[in-house]
């Protein structure tokens, strides 16, 4: 499954910004060892239901150390059975532009 999704506290530190907040979150990412992507809106992960889900779940509490308040969209896109979608969906997208 990929999992695309954007935390944050909803009250920002005394620069009025989150991206303290959001880097805890981006480094419990990339330490989880499941391949990722992130960009200025989202980060999306790949792995099974609860990996991913246990993932999300500690980025939250990570964020939630930041102020009383979290923010959470999420965005997932179950497909059983298939793997390496992070990559392979992008690659189907350029060969279809590329025709």
Not at 16 to 23: E, I, K, L
Not at 29 to 39: Q, Y
Not at 40 to 55: H, N
Not at 68 to 90: H, T, Y
């Amino acid at each position: 499954m990929l999992i695309a999704f954007s935390v944050s506290p909803s009250v920002a530190d005394d620069q009025g910004g989150v991206t303290g907040a959001v880097a805890d979150a981006v480094r419990i990412v990339r330490e989880s060892g499941l391949p990722h992507r992130t960009d200025s809106m989202f980060t999306t992960i790949e792995g099974e239901w609860d990996e991913c889900m246990a993932v999300v779940k500690a980025c939250v509490d990570a964020v939630a150390a930041h102020g009383p308040r979290v923010g959470l969209v999420l965005k997932a896109d179950i497909r059983p059975g298939r793997a390496g979608e992070l990559e392979g969906k992008l690659e189907r997208l350029e060969a279809a532009l590329a025709e």
